[in-house]
């Protein structure tokens, strides 16, 4: 028999986290997780059984639980994902909590290498009259984050924009950004296959888009205004020596929920 509870065990044997796999059968089953945990009798049909197979093995083979549902929470918000862009992770949530603090209700910012939208629509979920501008290189990126703010009703202006290439004259109060930084030869990657690499690594070693990013902003930034920067755990002491080598102060770096340095920030002088 097909059941819930047999399901739970063949995935079990498989080694598959149990979450995963409760999350997998709900989304198999249209239903949610507590009426799962209250339906472990339940049955399958044979489609649903098919699927849900399909994705057991998929999800072994590493693929984001993410782009299997189609889904992942951010902020509060549930964005829709797909392989075109990296999946939102906790960690950046450090740096959207640093944003809504430093941002007025009438703030114009800048989010660069937006992905899924995930920053820049939290950001303009806390503040529903600021002016967010978001870019990425990728149309494929631009286009799950321009459909997420269409669903979520957030007002956004979206840019097909390698870094600073179509900002010329634009200016901003706060410019944030999450770019890959991952350095090319990082064991992790790996790990990480399933996601867009261009998302994930500038190759070398992981600091060219936070140079390119650091580089370009005091021509964005409004005078006072603040660059506010996700890099790898190791990564806090290189990219608080580029901003004070650009003239940015109160140069400061917060931890993620794991306690590793995870965001660094500066004002513009
Ligand atoms: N934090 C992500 C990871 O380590 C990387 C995200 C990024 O490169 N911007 O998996």
């Known amino acids: 028999m097909s059941t819930v509870a047999a399901l739970l065990a063949e995935a079990r ?17 249209g239903q ?32 984001p639980l993410a782009y299997l549902v189609g889904e992942k929470e951010f902020h509060g918000l549930t964005l829709r994902v797909s392989p075109a862009v990296l999946v939102p992770r906790p960690d950046t949530e450090t740096l959207v909590d640093w944003a809504i603090e430093l941002m007025t209700p009438s703030s114009a910012v800048l ?51 390698d870094w600073w290439q179509q900002l010329e004259g634009r200016r901003f ?15 992790h990657l790996a790990a990480l296959q399933h996601e867009p690499m261009q998302a994930l690594t500038p190759g070398g070693d992981g600091l060219d888009s936070l140079r390119q990013i650091i580089a370009g902003a005091r021509t964005h930034l409004s005078p ?6 996700e890099h790898g755990y190791d990564q806090a002491a290189a ?31």
């Not at 098919?50 to 999800?59: E, N, P, Q």
């Not at 410019?175 to 090319?184: D, E, M």
């Not at 080598?245 to 965001?263: E, K, N, S």
């Open 13 to 29: 044997t498989l080694g598959m986290d149990r979450l995963d796999a409760q999350l997998l059968l709900a989304h198999v089953l």
């Open 32 to 63: 949610s997780r507590s009426w799962l945990l209250a339906n472990d009798d339940a049955s399958l049909n044979a489609d649903q059984l098919h699927r849900l197979r399909s994705f057991f093995k998929r999800r072994a083979g590493g693929e």
């Open 111 to 161: 989010d660069m290498g937006t992905g899924s939208g995930a920053v820049a629509l939290a950001l303009k979920h806390a503040h529903p009259q600021a002016q967010i501008t978001a870019l990425d290189a990728s149309a494929p990126a631009l286009a799950v984050a321009r459909e997420n703010g269409k669903r979520l009703r957030l007002e956004v202006e979206w840019l097909l924009s």
């Open 173 to 187: 109060d706060l410019i944030v950004s999450n770019p890959p930084y991952i350095a090319g030869d990082d064991a």
């Open 224 to 229: 006072g205004g603040w660059l506010l920067l």
């Open 239 to 269: 990219v608080a020596d580029l901003l004070r080598q650009h003239r940015f102060q109160d140069v400061t770096t917060r931890h993620d929920l794991a306690g590793h340095t995870r965001c660094t920030g500066g004002r513009q002088s």
